[in-house]
């Protein structure tokens, strides 16, 4: 009989994790919480509670630290709780990361997971509880969903693709001036961007950066796509470009790397632990020279990030933290 593994989202955000626990299901009888709004509701996610043998908070917010302070259905489960790199940068959530240090309810998990060592040390400066019990195990993607394309030169190399959900942290001013300084070089240049738009004051920075550079024809906003859509966007790409000024591993870059793409990545705090010094850039002279550089191996780029994030790859990682929690 498999053991049961229930997952609890905050804000039911299972954005990171559906695939992970879609592979899962292989091993364990995997069940996702929906939490409604309704307070009746909370009596049937009790029950859940009490019918698993494993429960997995994703996210360090909401009704997760809820659970983990007041709840006493959590006696004699095992607890994960997965944070990712929000969490440890927005006040309200670092209150409540306070509250259950303060109250105790911290130890009423048995595992921490962090997807990059980078944001675990940050967690134990602010927590020092968090190095009790953490682990590190990346994000992973199925690699599947973006396949490799084929690429030899064409039109796809003039086509940079700046993705994500852009807020002040993806640091859109820097690609925008980095891209600037490309297009002085080789004005064939493209940069895509796709995404919503967060912060509303970046869309008038956007426009108003293109406008005052006579760019506007070298930038395509294709706003908010679809995963099931993004594969077949990627296929006229050439690179990915990261400007973040944070990030705890970069989803966006490794599926557009599984792709195919080139990773032109900002040298972001702990991206050293991520990628290869050779794709990253600091400066003018790295960002443009990494894009004209005739070093483009779209084979190398899909088998990194395959080693290294794919559920093919490493989901054993989970299946053994679940295993010896």
């Keep these: ?11 039911n955000n299972f954005h990171f994790i559906r695939d992970i626990a879609n592979s899962l299901s ?3 009888d995997v069940e996702m919480a929906n939490i409604g709004l309704d307070v009746l509701h909370f009596g049937e996610i009790n029950k859940q509670i009490l019918g698993a043998d494993v429960i997995w908070f994703e996210w360090a917010d909401g009704l997760n630290i809820d659970f983990l302070m007041y709840s006493p259905v959590l006696y004699n489960k095992k607890v994960i709780l997965r944070l990712h790199r929000y969490e440890l940068f927005t006040p309200r959530i670092l209150g409540l990361l306070k509250k259950i240090t303060d109250s105790g309810g911290y130890k009423n998990i048995d595992k921490l997971v962090f997807v990059s060592e980078f944001v675990r040390q940050i967690g134990i400066a602010k927590f020092p509880w968090m190095a009790e019990n953490s682990v590190v195990i990346p994000n992973l993607f199925d690699h599947t969903k973006f396949p490799k394309q084929s690429k030899c030169f064409n039109e796809s190399f003039y086509n940079l693709l700046f993705l994500g959900r852009i807020s002040y942290v993806k640091n859109l001013p820097l690609c925008l001036t980095m891209f600037h300084e490309l297009l002085k070089l080789d004005s064939n ?20 950066f293109a ?15 679809s995963h099931e859509v993004l594969p077949e966007l990627m296929k006229a790409m050439g690179y990915i470009v990261c400007s973040s000024i944070f990030e705890s591993q970069g989803m966006g870059i490794i599926e557009g790397m599984s792709a195919g793409l080139k990773p032109v990545v900002f040298n972001f705090p702990g991206a050293e632990n991520l990628y290869p010094k050779k794709w990253l850039w600091t400066d003018r002279t790295d960002f443009v020279g990494n894009i004209l550089s005739s070093d483009y191996n779209p ?27």
Excluded: C
């Excluded at 009989?1 to 804000?11: E, P, T, V, Y």
């Excluded at 406008?211 to 796509?225: E, T």
């Excluded at 088998?303 to 794919?310: A, C, E, L, T």
């Excluded at 093919?312 to 679940?322: A, D, G, K, S, V």
């Design 211 to 225: 406008a005052k550079n006579d760019i506007f024809n070298n930038i395509v906003q294709h706003g908010r796509v």
């Design 26 to 28: 292989e091993f364990l």
């Design 1 to 11: 009989m498999k053991s049961k593994l229930l997952i609890i989202a905050a804000a």
């Design 299 to 325: 084979q190398e780029y899909h088998d990194y990030v395959v080693k290294k994030f794919s559920i093919q790859e490493n989901l054993w990682r989970y299946t053994e933290l679940i295993s010896e929690v």
């Design 189 to 208: 240049y493209k940069l895509h961007i796709v995404g919503e738009i967060s912060d509303p004051e970046l869309d008038y920075y956007l426009w108003n």
